[in-house]
C-alpha cells in the first residue's frame, strides 16, 4: 500500500504565483520529511526537508509546513519562476529506517 | 566532487533477455541503495547496501533481480530474464551516513529501462 499519499498530480501556475503541494502520510513512526525536485532527464535532487518538532521550515522561496496532527505536510514556492517547473516529490522514513516512502509526485508548470 | 553515476542511462531490450545496470556511488559513501520508478508510480525502495553487505533487501521484486557490489565500490544490478513489467527508470542513490541527517541521499540520473 502507498505510504505516503501526494496531490495534486499536475500543477500550472503563473510566473509571481505560489505553488502549493500537498502530502499526507499514516505511519506516525516517521521522522523525515524530505522534498525532492526533478529535472528531466536528472535524478530527483534534495531541496528541504522536515523532522516532525518544527511546523515550518523556510529556505529561500521554498517553505514545508507541517501538521504533525493531521499527519499532512506541504510544499510552498513563493514567486514561482519558470525555472521551478519540475517534478516534485514528497516522501517520509522512519528513525530507525533508511528507505524512503514517496509520494507520486507533482509536475509542476510554471508559465512566464 | 564526482555524483551518482549511472550506466547506461536508457537500455531497450526484448522479453526474455537480460540486462545490467550500473552505478557508481560517490567515494566514500558507504551506503548504496536502488529504487524504482514504474510509469505512473512512486519511486519505490528496493534494496540497500552497506559496503559490500545487502542491508536490506525487502523491495526487490523477486528472484529475477539480483545486485551486487563487490568491494564495496561500484553496484549492479541485474534483470534475468526481464518482463514486460520490468520497464521503468532505476535510480542508484548514494549517502555518507544513513541519510539520517538532512542531508538525505545524493540520486543518480537513473536508466530508463524499457522491455519491449
Known amino acids: 500500500q502507498q505510504q505516503v499519499k501526494q496531490s495534486p498530480q499536475s500543477l500550472i501556475v503563473q510566473k509571481g504565483g505560489i505553488s502549493i503541494i500537498n502530502c499526507a502520510y499514516e505511519n506516525t513512526a516517521f521522522d523525515y520529511f524530505p522534498w525532492y525536485q526533478q529535472f528531466p532527464g536528472k535524478g530527483p535532487a534534495l531541496l528541504i526537508a522536515?523532522?516532525?518538532?518544527?511546523s515550518e521550515k523556510k529556505e529561500g522561496r521554498f517553505t514545508i509546513s507541517f501538521n504533525k496532527s493531521a499527519k499532512q505536510f506541504s510544499l510552498h514556492i513563493m514567486d514561482s519562476q519558470p525555472g521551478d517547473s519540475a517534478t516534485y516529490f514528497c516522501?517520509?522514513?522512519?528513525?530507525?529506517?533508511?528507505?524512503?516512502?514517496f509520494g507520486k509526485g507533482t509536475s509542476l508548470l510554471v508559465t512566464p | 566532487e564526482a555524483g551518482v553515476t549511472q550506466f547506461p542511462s536508457h537500455s531497450v531490450i526484448e522479453k526474455g533477455q537480460t540486462v545490467t545496470l550500473r552505478c557508481d556511488p560517490i567515494s566514500g559513501h558507504d551506503n548504496l541503495y536502488w529504487y524504482r520508478r514504474v510509469m505512473g508510480k512512486e519511486i519505490k525502495f528496493l534494496l540497500h547496501?552497506?559496503?559490500?553487505?545487502?542491508?536490506?533487501e525487502s523491495g526487490m521484486p523477486n528472484n529475477r533481480f539480483l545486485a551486487e557490489r563487490t568491494g564495496g565500490t561500484y553496484s549492479t544490478l541485474k534483470v534475468q530474464p526481464a518482463e514486460l513489467e520490468d520497464s521503468g527508470v532505476y535510480f542508484c542513490?548514494?549517502?555518507?551516513?544513513?541519510?539520517?541527517?538532512?542531508?538525505?541521499?545524493?540520486f543518480g540520473s537513473g536508466t530508463r529501462l524499457t522491455v519491449v
Open positions: 516522501a517520509a522514513r522512519g528513525a530507525s529506517g533508511y528507505a524512503l516512502n
Open positions: 542513490a548514494s549517502s555518507h551516513n544513513l541519510g539520517q541527517g538532512m542531508g538525505g541521499y545524493t
Open positions: 547496501f552497506v559496503k559490500e553487505s545487502k542491508q536490506d
Open positions: 522536515i523532522r516532525p518538532d518544527v
